[in-house]
């Protein structure tokens, strides 16, 4: 029976020790936290701007073969599929895998044509907030057609 009696030695940890071990953990956290949400949202955004930059580079691609870029109704699955018109042009695919989604798990937006005029398109990612414009994590990260990038200089993020 003795031998099933904890001696004053064997003891455990004191509620005191226990809350200051948990106030040291949320002071910690409190303090590195913010740091790495942070820096995982600034690779987020560096993330969208390398995917943007590759689907316009694949949607350059596509041009070269077919002579016009895919329209916003057949959209970026025609990088991976062939179009139902000139089906016999299409080299692709242009991309592999499945076309990704954005970091933030939202689709990007492709138009066709874009602002720019007949031969030109639009691509973006709406950001962290998945809205149309904002600021930070929540801007825009946008693509243009090379007429496009001289019409709005200073505002591409790239």
Request: aromatic share 12%.
């Amino acid at each position: 029976m003795s031998g099933t009696l904890k001696r004053k030695d064997e003891e455990g940890f004191t509620l005191f020790e226990v809350i200051a071990v948990l106030c040291l953990i949320a002071a910690l956290t409190a303090v590195v936290g913010p740091s790495i949400w942070n820096r995982l949202e600034r690779g987020r955004m560096q993330t969208a701007q390398v995917q943007v930059a590759m689907l316009k580079n694949c949607l350059n691609d596509y041009r070269l073969d077919m002579g016009v870029y895919p329209s916003t109704e057949e959209g970026l699955e025609s990088l991976r599929r062939p179009p139902f018109s000139g089906a016999e042009r299409w080299n692709g695919p242009y991309i592999d895998g499945p076309v990704p989604k954005d970091p933030w798990g939202n689709d990007y937006v492709y138009i066709y044509p874009g602002t720019g005029g007949a031969n030109t398109f639009e691509l973006y990612s709406y950001g962290a907030d998945g809205q149309e414009g904002g600021t930070g994590v929540n801007a825009d990260i946008r693509a243009w057609t090379e007429a496009e990038e001289r019409s709005f200089e200073g505002i591409m993020e790239y």
